[in-house]
């Protein structure tokens, strides 16, 4: 409040100021005028013509001024004191203060083009109704091939002619597009992104992970040599170890028989290792009509093997459809989401294996069991790999805490998500998710439906 007056009150000063001069100097004026008509005997014609000449005045200064503002040149620093004075150095301080904006708003912008320009990444602005090109950086040149000024204006699919960059365009290029071979210089890998930017406007944004796929590759191609290097040596000992009978060293039988349990592990961490590093490097897998029917019996039987009578298993298969995808390793996953619901459910527990159709057309796999259940924090880590809840009951039980991650990789491959709910102490439910296109028809119900 205080303060507020205060402005107030060194605001008006000048203006003040200014009223009172001009009054005294009317006032002045026309007593001079009144003085000398009265000294000649003429005082209201002197008077009238007095009032005449300062109105002409005014409108001189108002035109002077309306002149200055139409012209839009830039104002000089006012001299006097009158009004008018004033009004002009109004007029210049809002000028000066109009032009400093001005200049901070130009570096302002000027700094955001420089810093979009010397981005690493690529960044173009498109027009959101055709795509065509409004801006590029320097950086898109060299990722994306573009060229100042021939490609402004052009359509963006028009000049990276990639199908896969066009097809992610058309399809409105809602998630990031991975691993896109650029258009620009050789061999360069890049990922894109596509951000709405303004009601006109999008960003799309390619950025060069060449070196970051080389590096995934050499890490894949690494783990899948050491495993590979590893496999001889451990069927060597494993045979060896096979060979020697427990009864024939009785004082050795139980180290051998936990030599025994750990080179079988040892040996299905590298089968798994080796099965992972095939499903990565795959973009896709060979697809067949997938029977059901026998895959679930088969899996059941599996289950009932495993379970050895301590749990029950019990089947249902509502879906009446099979899948369109790759039998082995539709059968991998599924026996690895079976095989954990046995193996870390208690005996007495249930198992059900759900074959049924989703709300969306689609049909899933859903293994479920009324084991110990996985508390909420660690189920967005489960299919990485080595990851444990409890890494004693996993070794213990014999898993490699390889199973989720192969099953993950699996059904990416077929287009299907992984989808996990449990509660500690109630059990789990994993299910396989596959989109209506993997789902086909079985032969028996085909022939039903026709007769
Ligand atoms: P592992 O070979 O150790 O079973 P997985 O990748 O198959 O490895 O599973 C990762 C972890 O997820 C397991 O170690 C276990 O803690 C947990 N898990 C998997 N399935 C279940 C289940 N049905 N019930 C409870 N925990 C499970």
Same mark, same amino acid.
């Given at each position: 409040?205080?303060?507020?007056?205060?402005?107030?009150?060194?605001?008006?000063?000048?203006?003040?100021?200014? %009223?009172?001069?001009?009054?005294?100097?009317?006032?002045?004026?026309?007593?001079?005028?009144?003085?000398?008509?009265?000294?000649?005997?003429?005082?209201?014609?002197?008077?009238?013509?007095?009032?005449?000449? !300062?109105?002409?005045?005014?409108?001189?200064?108002?035109?002077?001024?309306?002149?200055?503002?139409?012209?839009?040149?830039?104002?000089?620093?006012?001299?006097?004191?009158?009004?008018?004075?004033?009004?002009?150095? !109004?007029?210049?301080?809002?000028?000066?203060?109009?032009?400093?904006?001005?200049?901070?708003?130009?570096?302002?912008?000027?700094?955001?083009?420089?810093?979009?320009?010397?981005?690493?990444?690529?960044?173009?602005?498109?027009?959101?109704?055709?795509?065509?090109?409004? %801006?590029?950086?320097?950086?898109?040149?060299?990722?994306?091939?573009?060229?100042?000024?021939?490609?402004?204006?052009?359509?963006?699919?028009?000049?990276?002619?990639?199908?896969?960059?066009?097809? %992610?365009?058309?399809?409105?290029?809602?998630?990031?597009?991975?691993?896109?071979?650029?258009?620009?210089?050789?061999?360069?890998?890049?990922?894109?992104?596509?951000?709405?930017?303004?009601?006109?406007?999008?960003?799309?944004?390619?950025?060069?992970?060449?070196?970051?796929?080389?590096?995934?590759?050499?890490?894949?191609?690494?783990?899948?040599?050491?495993?590979?290097?590893?496999?001889?040596?451990?069927?060597?000992?494993?045979?060896?170890? $096979?060979?020697?009978?427990?009864?024939?060293?009785?004082? %050795?039988?139980?180290?051998?028989?936990?030599?025994?349990?750990?080179?079988?592990?040892?040996?299905?961490?590298?089968?798994?290792?080796?099965?992972?590093?095939?499903?990565?490097?795959? $973009?896709?897998?060979?697809?067949?009509?997938?029977?059901?029917?026998?895959?679930?019996?088969?899996?059941?039987?599996?289950?009932?093997?495993?379970?050895?009578?301590?749990?029950?298993?019990?089947?249902?298969?509502?879906?009446?459809?099979?899948?369109?995808?790759?039998?082995?390793?539709?059968?991998?996953?599924?026996?690895?989401?079976?095989?954990?619901?046995?193996?870390?459910?208690?005996?007495?527990?249930?198992?059900?294996?759900?074959?049924?159709?989703?709300?969306?057309?689609?049909?899933?796999?859903?293994?479920?069991?009324?084991?110990?259940?996985?508390?909420?924090?660690?189920?967005?880590?489960?299919?990485?790999?080595?990851?444990?809840?409890?890494?004693?009951?996993?070794? $213990?039980?014999?898993?490699?805490?390889?199973?989720?991650?192969?099953?993950?990789?699996?059904?990416?491959?077929?287009?299907?998500?992984?989808?996990?709910?449990?509660?500690?102490?109630?059990?789990?439910?994993?299910?396989?998710?596959?989109?209506?296109?993997?789902?086909?028809?079985?032969?028996?119900?085909?022939?039903?439906?026709?007769?």
């Amino acid at each position: 409040m205080t303060l507020s007056v205060r402005h107030r009150f060194r605001a008006s000063t000048p203006y003040k100021r200014a %009223w009172q001069h001009t009054a005294l100097r009317l006032l002045l004026i026309l007593l001079a005028v009144l003085g000398v008509g009265v000294w000649i005997g003429q005082p209201w014609p002197l008077l009238c013509a007095g009032l005449l000449g !300062v109105l002409i005045w005014h409108y001189a200064q108002l035109h002077g001024l309306l002149g200055l503002l139409n012209r839009r040149r830039r104002l000089s620093p006012p001299r006097g004191q009158g009004v008018f004075s004033e009004l002009s150095r !109004v007029l210049y301080e809002r000028q000066r203060e109009g032009q400093a904006r001005k200049r901070r708003l130009l570096g302002t912008l000027r700094a955001f083009r420089q810093a979009a320009a010397a981005l690493p990444d690529a960044v173009v602005v498109l027009s959101r109704s055709d795509q065509r090109i409004e %801006w590029f950086n320097k950086s898109s040149e060299r990722l994306l091939g573009l060229s100042y000024p021939r490609d402004l204006d052009n359509r963006f699919s028009n000049l990276v002619r990639t199908p896969r960059v066009t097809a %992610w365009l058309e399809s409105g290029a809602e998630e990031p597009l991975l691993d896109v071979q650029g258009t620009g210089e050789e061999g360069l890998r890049l990922s894109m992104r596509l951000i709405d930017y303004t009601a006109e406007e999008q960003l799309l944004i390619a950025r060069d992970v060449s070196k970051l796929l080389h590096l995934e590759q050499v890490r894949r191609d690494f783990v899948a040599n050491v495993s590979h290097e590893l496999r001889t040596p451990l069927t060597v000992l494993h045979g060896y170890l $096979d060979m020697l009978e427990p009864d024939d060293v009785p004082e %050795w039988a139980s180290v051998l028989g936990e030599m025994r349990r750990q080179s079988g592990r040892m040996t299905q961490i590298v089968e798994d290792l080796l099965t992972l590093s095939q499903l990565e490097s795959r $973009d896709s897998l060979p697809l067949e009509r997938v029977e059901m029917a026998p895959m679930l019996a088969s899996l059941l039987a599996e289950a009932e093997a495993m379970s050895a009578g301590r749990h029950r298993i019990v089947l249902e298969d509502s879906a009446g459809c099979d899948l369109l995808g790759s039998a082995k390793e539709l059968h991998s996953a599924f026996s690895n989401l079976i095989i954990n619901a046995v193996r870390y459910t208690p005996a007495g527990g249930d198992v059900r294996v759900e074959f049924h159709r989703s709300g969306d057309g689609g049909v899933g796999l859903c293994v479920v069991d009324t084991g110990p259940g996985i508390a909420p924090q660690h189920l967005a880590r489960l299919t990485e790999r080595f990851y444990r809840v409890s890494t004693s009951r996993s070794r $213990d039980s014999g898993g490699t805490g390889l199973g989720l991650a192969i099953v993950k990789h699996i059904l990416q491959l077929h287009h299907a998500q992984l989808r996990l709910e449990s509660e500690v102490g109630r059990g789990s439910r994993f299910c396989c998710a596959f989109i209506a296109r993997h789902c086909l028809p079985r032969d028996d119900e085909m022939a039903d439906t026709a007769s």
